[in-house]
């Protein structure tokens, strides 16, 4: 009988968390069918400024406004955001075979900025197993920035990777005097899908950061475009990184 109750707690640990497991899992599927599907070769992915009327509306042109959803507890630990803050669900794409990325935008109410996430979902397991940043920008006393992504294929396996850009400018003043000085700085990352897993990787040749910020700026004026020679030189990158194994005629 001494051991006949610690079995049962343990039995009852055991079920209550399948339990939990299963209304996790049922959750994670009703939120992912909250995304539209669709295809692309090239996706820029892009926050639009402050939360206006005009930016965020229903009639705006906007791509990226998505729909208000209620995210499961759970997404908003992985993500580590506020329960006040909003979250719209907006595309689902495939990355690889039953992998696909959740392109979800968050909304800071306090700090009135947007947040657009990639939530790695597995359709097998229905489990979320990363999340990456997209785009985000900000402002505040003496500086701002933002982040943008861009989905393509990098690497030519027929997968979807991810290119993004950051930078901050901060204002500053120069020798203790009234002249105010301008810092800006940028950087680009790869997110490069190796075996079903996105691998980060910087770019640290200035040439080549160079080269993508003329290819992808920032502003959605113009549709991004990637030169051969960006091209060419991002492949090296990559391969220099040991993310991808160089062909023999390389």
């Avoid at 930016?55 to 705006?60: D, G, T």
Wanted: contains cysteine; hydrophobic residues 35%.
């Amino acid at each position: 009988m001494t051991h006949f109750k610690p079995f049962l707690f343990a039995l009852f640990i055991l079920l209550n968390t399948n339990i939990l497991f299963a209304q996790t899992k049922k959750q994670l599927s009703n939120f992912y069918q909250n995304f539209d599907s669709i295809k692309f070769e090239l996706l820029h992915l892009y926050t639009d400024g402050l939360q206006a009327t005009a930016s965020y509306s229903s009639n705006s042109s906007y791509p990226f406004k998505g729909k208000k959803i209620n995210p499961p507890p759970l997404l908003k630990k992985v993500l580590k955001v506020d329960h006040t803050n909003d979250c719209f669900a907006i595309f689902r794409y495939s990355i690889a075979p039953q992998i696909e990325g959740l392109i979800l935008r968050v909304y800071d109410q306090e700090m009135q900025s947007n947040t657009i996430y990639n939530l790695i979902y597995n359709t097998s397991t229905q489990t979320i197993r990363e999340s990456i940043l997209l785009a985000h920008d900000y402002q505040a006393e003496g500086g701002s920035g933002a982040t943008q992504s861009w989905i393509l294929d990098l690497d030519n396996n027929h997968q979807l990777d991810i290119l993004t850009r950051s930078y901050y400018d901060k204002y500053e003043y120069k020798n203790a005097s009234e002249e105010v000085h301008l810092i800006h700085r940028e950087n680009s990352y790869l997110n490069i899908v190796k075996q079903s897993h996105f691998q980060r990787t910087p770019v640290q040749n200035e040439d080549l950061q160079q080269l993508i910020a003329n290819d992808f700026p920032y502003r959605p004026i113009y549709a991004p475009f990637m030169s051969e020679d960006t091209h060419k030189k991002l492949l090296n990158n990559i391969k220099k990184s040991g993310l991808v194994i160089p062909s023999e005629t390389d």
